[in-house]
């Protein structure tokens, strides 16, 4: 599935970048009148970029061959504009380097470049660590670092930009926990797929404002916490495909109102589905594939009015209720093969599903429900489990 932001981010993103260029254009046609040779900024500018030039390796479409001399802002990729604080001063507002297969790290004199809105880095061969000046950046809005070679822990530092908005850090190889300032941060989009991180969102977290979250293609581990409640009032879209999520899918899900993607594919997600995702009224699309769900296909689900695709296939399901037999008749895009449906084709074998029904899990008693005593392994007392699954062939 394309990795999108949602209309409401996009438009303001576009709405932002429209202006921009549109200031850039404006500024790169009279630069001559902001000499840098009397403009701070730019010969911050000028000298930051310099030593960035220095430790750039391999520029195989050379877009950094016209980095020579101080009228930086006739350098490819770099935007001009007037400074906020300053209609009067000329400043490095923009880079945009995308796609330009460049190799090289980004050097500490970065953080000269103090003017920028936006970094936009997608698809180079960057690599090391980020450097901690980074910290200097306080108006950048939009940084895309994505598709690179950068490594080490989650980078702390871009979560001290007042000003940021939008975070793109898929493709990279960052690894170890998320930090739990990442939810609280004022961040419209967060994208930190494909990496290797190794911890989701912390119990006790308070709440985001973003309205894209994209942690799909990490090692997390663990359950989905019932705290995800608290993006109720932002998140359109959610992506936690091959997160290597455990456990029952935690019925706050379902308070997620505004949401239009949910993904779960590909987890080891268990138990039945909650039956709060009825009340997802906006949702379009619902993966929940290659999983061990087990139960009903809930007819909440699929009645939900916006609801375009629904994909169930590769769990444990020996039931559907009402329409869900027959989604297709709807215009809805539907796949519930190979799980444990007694009337329908393409499902496993009866060996498979007993290996799994036999077996039902209640999730109000799992370790990770809000509901679940919090008792020692030596003084917990045995489970209730639900009553065994009707009979599937």
Same mark, same amino acid.
């Given at each position: 599935?394309?990795?999108?932001?949602?209309?409401?981010?996009?438009?303001?993103?576009?709405?932002?970048?429209?202006?921009?260029?549109?200031?850039?254009?404006?500024?790169?046609?009279?630069?001559?009148?902001?000499?840098?040779?009397?403009?701070?900024?730019?010969? !911050?500018?000028?000298?930051?970029?310099?030593?960035? !030039?220095?430790?750039?390796?391999?520029?195989?479409?050379?877009?950094?061959?016209?980095?020579?001399?101080?009228?930086?802002?006739?350098?490819?990729?770099?935007?001009?504009?007037?400074?906020?604080?300053?209609?009067?001063?000329?400043?490095?507002?923009?880079?945009?380097?995308?796609?330009?297969?460049?190799?090289?790290?980004?050097?500490?004199?970065?953080?000269?470049?103090?003017?920028?809105?936006?970094?936009?880095?997608?698809?180079?061969?960057?690599?090391?660590?980020?450097?901690?000046?980074?910290?200097?950046?306080?108006?950048?809005?939009?940084?895309?670092?994505?598709?690179?070679?950068?490594?080490?822990?989650?980078?702390?530092?871009?979560?001290?930009?007042?000003?940021? !908005?939008?975070?793109?850090?898929?493709?990279?190889?960052?690894?170890?926990?998320?930090?739990?300032?990442?939810?609280? =941060?004022?961040?419209?989009?967060?994208?930190?797929?494909? =990496?290797?991180?190794?911890?989701?969102?912390?119990?006790?977290?308070?709440?985001?404002?973003?309205?894209?979250?994209?942690?799909?293609?990490?090692?997390?581990?663990?359950?989905?916490?019932?705290?995800? *409640?608290?993006?109720?009032?932002?998140?359109?879209?959610?992506?936690?495909?091959?997160?290597?999520?455990?456990?029952?899918?935690?019925?706050?899900?379902?308070?997620?109102? !505004?949401?239009?993607?949910?993904?779960?594919?590909?987890?080891?997600?268990?138990?039945?589905?909650?039956?709060?995702?009825?009340?997802?009224?906006?949702?379009?699309?619902?993966?929940?594939?290659?999983?061990?769900?087990?139960?009903?296909?809930?007819?909440?689900?699929?009645?939900?009015?916006?609801?375009?695709?629904?994909?169930?296939?590769?769990?444990?399901?020996?039931?559907?209720?009402?329409?869900?037999?027959?989604?297709?008749?709807?215009?809805?895009?539907?796949?519930?093969?190979?799980?444990?449906?007694?009337?329908?084709?393409?499902?496993?074998?009866?060996?498979?599903?007993?290996?799994?029904?036999?077996?039902?899990?209640?999730?109000?008693?799992?370790?990770?429900?809000?509901?679940?005593?919090?008792?020692?392994?030596?003084?917990?007392?045995?489970?209730?489990?639900?009553?065994? *699954?009707? *009979?599937?062939?």
């Amino acid at each position: 599935m394309a990795l999108s932001l949602t209309f409401h981010a996009l438009t303001s993103l576009l709405l932002f970048h429209v202006s921009f260029v549109s200031t850039a254009t404006h500024s790169h046609h009279h630069h001559a009148s902001h000499s840098p040779n009397h403009n701070q900024n730019l010969q !911050k500018a000028y000298h930051a970029l310099q030593e960035w !030039k220095k430790v750039i390796y391999s520029d195989p479409k050379n877009l950094t061959g016209d980095w020579v001399g101080p009228l930086v802002c006739s350098y490819t990729g770099v935007f001009c504009a007037p400074s906020p604080s300053d209609a009067n001063t000329l400043v490095v507002a923009g880079i945009d380097l995308n796609h330009g297969d460049i190799a090289g790290f980004l050097p500490e004199p970065i953080g000269l470049l103090s003017d920028l809105a936006l970094i936009h880095l997608n698809s180079n061969r960057f690599c090391g660590v980020l450097p901690r000046s980074l910290a200097q950046l306080t108006l950048l809005y939009e940084l895309d670092l994505s598709n690179n070679r950068f490594v080490g822990p989650f980078p702390d530092v871009v979560l001290s930009l007042p000003s940021l !908005k939008y975070l793109d850090l898929r493709y990279n190889e960052f690894e170890g926990p998320l930090p739990p300032k990442l939810f609280t =941060n004022p961040l419209d989009a967060i994208f930190v797929n494909n =990496n290797r991180l190794t911890s989701l969102i912390p119990r006790d977290f308070t709440g985001t404002t973003a309205s894209v979250v994209v942690f799909a293609n990490n090692d997390f581990s663990g359950c989905l916490p019932p705290t995800i *409640a608290h993006f109720a009032d932002t998140l359109e879209e959610l992506l936690l495909i091959n997160s290597s999520l455990t456990g029952c899918l935690p019925p706050e899900v379902g308070y997620l109102y !505004k949401l239009r993607v949910l993904d779960m594919s590909y987890n080891s997600l268990v138990g039945p589905v909650p039956y709060s995702l009825a009340g997802l009224g906006h949702l379009e699309l619902l993966n929940l594939d290659h999983n061990m769900f087990t139960g009903t296909v809930p007819l909440g689900v699929c009645v939900l009015p916006s609801l375009q695709n629904l994909t169930v296939s590769d769990n444990y399901f020996y039931e559907e209720e009402g329409i869900c037999r027959n989604l297709t008749s709807r215009g809805i895009v539907f796949d519930d093969s190979n799980n444990c449906l007694p009337d329908k084709p393409h499902q496993r074998s009866h060996k498979a599903c007993e290996a799994v029904l036999d077996h039902p899990v209640d999730c109000y008693d799992h370790e990770c429900s809000a509901m679940a005593p919090q008792a020692s392994p030596l003084t917990a007392g045995p489970s209730v489990s639900p009553a065994p *699954a009707p *009979a599937y062939t």
